[in-house]
C-alpha cells in the first residue's frame, strides 16, 4: 500500500528541506523529501503526493530534467519549481515545461504559504474532475489567447496591443478575492514577474506577467469591484493592457489556449 503525502519536497540542501517543513506544518500538511531527482522518482513510484516543490540545481539530473520526466509518465502532480539562482529565463522555461509556478530562493513564510495553498487546490480540482468527469470545474481561457504556465493570460488584438489577465485556474485556487491591487499606467511589466497581489482571506497572491511590456491601461474597476475577477476572469476580469516588447521571441514560451481543448 502506498504512502500517503501532501508534498514532496526536492533540494540538495537540508535548511532549505527544513524551512519548507517548518511552514508546513503551520498548516498541518504532510510532507516528505529527497535530495537528487533520482530518489525523487522512486518515491513518486513508491508513495502518493498532492503536490511537489522541486529546485532547479540537483545533483546529476536537475529540475528541467525531473519536471520532464514527470510530464512524460503523466503523472498529475502539480510542481512548483523554486532556486537559488534566480532569472527570468529560469521562471519562463519553469513555466512552459508544466511548473504551476515559481518561487525564488529565498523566499518568506508569507509567499510558501501562499504557493502551498495554491498548489494543494490545484491537486483537489484535478481530483474532482476526475471523480465527476466534469470539465467545467476550471474553466480554460478562450482558444485565441495565449497563457504563461496555468496562471496569466494574453490576449494580442490587431492594434498591436495586449491585454493580460489572470485564467480561471488561478483565480479559483484563491478564492474569495478580496482585494486587488494593480500596477499603474506606464510601469513596465516583465514576463514571468510578479504584476498584481490578489489577497484571498487568508494570503496574498502574486501573479506572474504571461508577457514584458509597457501599460498604457489598467482596469481600474477591479480595485472597486474585485469580485468582477471570479464572474468573468477572460472578458471584464483583464488586468492591464499593455505594449508588448519583444513580442515574437516571448511568445515562443507562451502555450496556446486552443491546445487546452
Not at 523529501?33 to 546529476?60: H, R
Not at 490578489?198 to 509597457?214: A, D, I, M, P, W
Request: charged share 25%; hydrophobic share 40%; net charge negative.
Amino acid at each position: 500500500m502506498k504512502n500517503k503525502f501532501d508534498i514532496l519536497i526536492i533540494d540538495d540542501e537540508k535548511v532549505v528541506i527544513d524551512s519548507i517543513i517548518k511552514i508546513a506544518s503551520l498548516a498541518n500538511y504532510s510532507v516528505d523529501f529527497s535530495f537528487d531527482a533520482n530518489e525523487a522518482l522512486t518515491k513518486l513510484k513508491q508513495n502518493e503526493y498532492d503536490l511537489i516543490i522541486c529546485d532547479i540545481m540537483l545533483p546529476e539530473k536537475d529540475g528541467f530534467q525531473l519536471l520532464e520526466t514527470i510530464q512524460n509518465f503523466n503523472i498529475e502532480t502539480p510542481v512548483i519549481m523554486t532556486t537559488g539562482y534566480s532569472t527570468i529565463d529560469n521562471a519562463v522555461k519553469s513555466l512552459y515545461l508544466g511548473a504551476i509556478d515559481f518561487i525564488p530562493k529565498p523566499f518568506s513564510i508569507d509567499e510558501m504559504q501562499s504557493l502551498l495553498a495554491r498548489g494543494l487546490k490545484y491537486k483537489s480540482f484535478l481530483q474532482q474532475k476526475r471523480n465527476t468527469f466534469s470539465d467545467g470545474l476550471v474553466v480554460s481561457c478562450p482558444s485565441r489567447y495565449f497563457r504563461l504556465g496555468v496562471s496569466c493570460w494574453a490576449n494580442l488584438n490587431n492594434d498591436g496591443t495586449v491585454l493580460i489577465g489572470a485564467t480561471n485556474f488561478f483565480i479559483k485556487s484563491i478564492e474569495p478575492v478580496n482585494k486587488i491591487e494593480l500596477l499603474k499606467n506606464d510601469d513596465v511589466l516583465i514576463q514571468a514577474s510578479p504584476c498584481a497581489k490578489l489577497f484571498s482571506t487568508e494570503y496574498v497572491h502574486n501573479l506572474n506577467s504571461s508577457l514584458s511590456g509597457r501599460i498604457i491601461e489598467v482596469n481600474k474597476i477591479l480595485i472597486e469591484k474585485p469580485e468582477i475577477i471570479e464572474k468573468d476572469p477572460y472578458f471584464e476580469g483583464w488586468l492591464y493592457r499593455i505594449i508588448p516588447q519583444e513580442l515574437e521571441f516571448e511568445k515562443q514560451k507562451l502555450i496556446p489556449c486552443g491546445s487546452d481543448r
